[in-house]
C-alpha cells in the first residue's frame, strides 16, 4: 500500500533534532521519501493531511513483560522479592501457552496508543508473545527468561533458531531472567550459545542493593563482572535495571559497548533506585528505555518514561541541567532500536521500515510551539497520539484499532484469564 503524508512537521531524528516540514511517503513496508514537498507522478493509495502535526520514529519500548497484563494492579505496594516470590512467581506458573498469548494483546493495545512501534520483551514463552504480535500486526523482539525454575539451554537454542525465521515482525535475542535466579551452569551454556551464534546476550542487571550484594557474596564479583567473566558478553547485549553500578560495571558496559536499558517508573514504584544515568552518558554508555511489565509500572507509558528519565537524573545530581530531554528522546527512539539490533527502525529516512507516529500538536499541553522535541519529553503524553504505524501498515488511529480483532473482545478475554488464574 502506498501512502502519503503531507502538510507535516517532520522529526526524522536521522542526523539531529531539527523539525522540518514537508511529506513523508510510505511504499509497502518502507519508506520511500522524507523531505520537502514535491511534485510527484505516483499514485497513492491514501493521501493524509497531516494538518501541521508531528511525524517521527515510533518509541521503542526496550524492556517489556507483555503477558503479565493479568496482574496489573493485582499485587501493588510490596518489595521486588515479596512481590515476585509470593504473588507472581505463583500465578505465573498457572498460565497457559494460549492464555500469554491473549493477555499479551492487551499490552500491544496499550504499546499502540503511546506511540510504540516495537518492544523487546522477556517472558516464559516466547512462541506465544511471537504469535499475539504477528496476529495483531505489530513488531517484537523476543528475549530468553531462563532461571532455574523455567526454560533450558536446548530451548533457548531451539528458538533462536525458529523465531528468527517466523515472521518479519519476529527477532529472537539470546537472554536469561538474571544471575540470582540462574544456576552457574545454565549461564554457562548461554555464554556457549553466545560464542555459537555470535549473538548478544540480554539480562535483569543489578536491579536492587540485595542482588548485587547476595552475587557478592557468591562469587566475589558484581553481577555484570561476573558475567562478563564467563563470556557472556563477547558479542554485546545489554542489562535492564542497572541501578546499582559501580563504576567498574560502568566501565564493563563501555568496553563492551553494552546497552543499559532504564526503567524508571517500575524502579520508582518498586524502590529499587535511581539508575546513574547521567555518569552512564558521561563515560558514553549507550542508554534505552523500558516500561518493563504492567504488574510492576503498571503503565505502558513512554511519555512518563521518559520524563521520569530526566527529572530522576536531576534530583539524584541535585543538578537541572543533567540528561537533557533530546538525549532521552534519542533512547526513546534510536537507542531503542539499536538496542534491540534493529537499525532498520531508528528515524525516519528513504529505505528504513515504515514505522512511525503521528503527535497532534493541536493540544493545549503542546502549545506554543517552542521546543517540539522537549515539549515530547517534557509534557508529551498518550493523548498526543494520533497514529500509529508498523511495518507499513497503520495499527492505532484517531483512537480506533486495526489490529484485525475487536478490543473489547481482547479485555473480556483478559479478564476472564485474570479470573481465572487469581481464583
Known sequence: MRIRFYNCRILSMKDSMEVGQGEVWVDGRHISYVGEKRPSDQTFDREVDVQGNLIMPGFKNAHTHSSMTFLRSYADDLPLQEWLNDKVFPLEAKLSGEDMRQLAKVAI??????????????????????????????????????????????????????????????????????????????????????????????????????????????????????????????????????????????????????????????NSKLASGIAPIAQMLEMGIPIALGTDGPASNNCLDMFREMFLTTALAKLREEDASAVDAQEVLRMAVCQGARAMELPECDCLDVGKLADLIIIDLHQPNMQPLNHIPKNLVYSGSKQNVKMTMVDGNILYEDGKFYVGEDPEAIYAHANEIARRIQA
Open 109 to 266: 493495545l496499550e504499546y499502540l496508543t503511546s506511540g510504540i512501534t516495537c518492544n523487546f520483551d522477556m517472558y516464559l514463552n516466547p512462541c506465544a508473545v511471537a504469535q499475539a504480535s504477528v496476529d495483531c500486526g505489530f513488531r517484537t523482539v523476543l528475549v530468553g527468561a531462563m532461571n532455574d525454575f523455567s526454560q533450558s539451554p536446548q530451548e533457548l537454542d531451539e528458538w533462536y533458531q525458529k523465531l528468527n525465521a517466523y515472521d518479519p515482525l519476529i527477532r529472537f535475542c539470546l537472554g536469561f531472567h538474571a544471575e540470582y535466579t540462574t544456576s552457574l551452569w545454565r549461564l554457562e551454556k548461554v555464554a556457549e550459545l553466545a560464542e555459537k551464534y555470535k549473538a548478544p546476550v540480554y539480562c535483569h542487571n543489578s536491579e536492587t542493593k540485595t542482588e548485587v550484594r547476595q552475587c557478592i557474596d557468591r562469587y566475589g564479583k558484581t553481577p555484570t563482572a561476573f558475567l562478563d567473566g564467563l563470556g557472556m558478553f563477547r558479542y554485546g547485549g545489554g542489562g535492564y535495571h542497572c541501578v546499582h553500578f559501580s563504576r567498574q560495571d560502568m566501565e564493563i558496559f563501555r568496553e563492551r559497548g553494552l546497552y543499559v536499558v532504564t526503567n524508571p517508573g517500575s
